[in-house]
């Protein structure tokens, strides 16, 4: 089995010294940077846009992983990419022509995604895995780190791993299988074998204590019981 991909979210890091943070956590051995996009209209939070991306984006060389809450969400696809970011992610509700931001995410030359409230139904994905690389199911309500992980998630898991195995049986491209939201070292193990890949983790790697190991030994502990160890 691949060990799961860890995507620390900066949005718990500290934004005085973020540049420092994130070459942190790529030598950590972080895979993606999660990167928490709040717009105070689609989530009741304001945080960070495409000019804080591109002062990190020479800090590392590990994917930026943009998680866009906002409402509307086209016009901030050309910026991001610009400001470069790989992957960009979005929730369908915010998108009144969901397959075309898809496909202008893409055009842009990063990876798409669609992002799934605790409540919206997987039903979005049908008409539309082909446009998909990445699907992130939201384990707590978004707007803010450190709540807790909802356990519903995991059945919901199992079924959106259901479908993109069925899509890749069927000769379609890979599509990442994303969690976000209270990833902890004591829930990650369910939440990889209900079937993700990748696992968004903001308080529980930036809150790492040092008597701990800090960022190492939290993304350590991290991917050790990812892999059931
Ligand atoms: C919540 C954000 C998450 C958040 C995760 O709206 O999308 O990425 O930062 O933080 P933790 O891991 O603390 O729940
Ligand atoms: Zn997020």
């Known amino acids: 089995m691949n060990p799961a991909r860890i995507a620390p979210s900066i949005l718990s890091a500290d934004f005085a010294r973020l540049g420092e943070e994130v070459r942190a956590i790529e030598a950590a051995g972080a895979d993606w940077v999660h990167f928490d996009v709040m717009d105070n209209h689609y989530v009741p939070n304001l945080t960070i846009g495409p000019l804080v991306c591109e002062a990190i984006r020479p800090h590392v060389q590990i994917p930026i992983d943009v998680h866009l809450m906002v409402e509307p969400v086209d016009a901030l696809v050309p910026l991001f990419a610009k400001a470069g970011a790989n992957i960009i992610t979005f929730h369908p509700e915010a998108s009144r ?12 030359g990063c990876q798409a995604g669609l992002v799934f409230n605790p409540a919206t139904p997987l039903a979005w994905m049908d008409h539309l895995m082909d446009r998909l690389d990445v699907v992130l199911l939201m384990s707590v309500n978004p707007g803010f780190g450190g709540q807790k992980f909802i356990p519903a998630t995991l059945p919901k898991l199992q ?12 000769g379609g491209q890979p599509i990442a299988l994303e969690v976000d939201g209270g990833v902890k070292t004591d829930n990650i193990a369910q939440i990889v074998a209900a079937g993700a890949d990748t696992c968004v983790a903001g308080s529980a790697v930036f809150g790492a204590p040092d008597a701990d190991g800090g960022y190492q030994g939290v993304m350590q502990a991290l991917k050790h019981a990812a892999l059931g160890e």
């Open 97 to 108: 022509h969901v397959d075309r931001t898809l496909q202008m995410i893409r055009d842009h």
């Open 159 to 170: 079924a959106a791993r259901q479908r993109i195995n069925a899509h890749l049986a069927r």
